[in-house]
């Protein structure tokens, strides 16, 4: 019987010498790296931890970087090329000198075309009677003609505002005080 049990108790004990080794060297707190430097799980866990958290600080920068910027924090500064030449092409205003009749249009704020833009002539105070010939202060536009609305008997305190016969026109009012 002796002999019969010996080779399994050596060979038991081979297994377990050869597992007791590898268990302790994987699981040992110091191993020989490539180079041959003697290095730790520790430290290795530490530079891996380094790396992770430089990456994590440049994507929170990227994305607070493009916030910053008007852009969508999803979007991290990257746009089409299409896109941006469809910026860069903005439509050219359309402008009385060029396009005299845009002043004839319905809802245009007149006929005339008075540097670039549309006007009435018979009642604006900037452009009365003719381009450029701008009213006085207290004056306004009434018909073409720059009227003292603060005296007028016929234009008191607006174009067209009559004061009754016999009274007269003061401050704008008729027959003030």
Known sequence: MR?????????????TTKFSNAAIFFFSSSSYNSVGYKSSPSQAMKLISGVF???????????????VHGEA????GRR?????AEQNHRPVPR??????RICSAEGSPGPSCCKKQCVNVMIDSR?????????????ACCSGNCV????ARNNCGGCHERCKNGSYCTYGMCSYG
């Open 73 to 76: 924090p999803w979007s991290l």
């Open 148 to 151: 003292n609305i603060m005296y």
């Open 127 to 139: 452009n009365c009677g003719q381009c450029g010939n701008k009213c006085r202060y207290g004056e």
């Open 3 to 15: 002999t019969s049990s010996a080779p399994i108790s050596l060979f038991s004990c081979s297994i």
């Open 53 to 67: 958290f430089v990456f994590v600080v440049a994507f929170l920068l990227s994305l607070v970087s493009s916030s």
């Open 95 to 100: 402008t009385c000198n060029h396009f005299p």
């Open 80 to 84: 089409s090329r299409t896109l941006l």
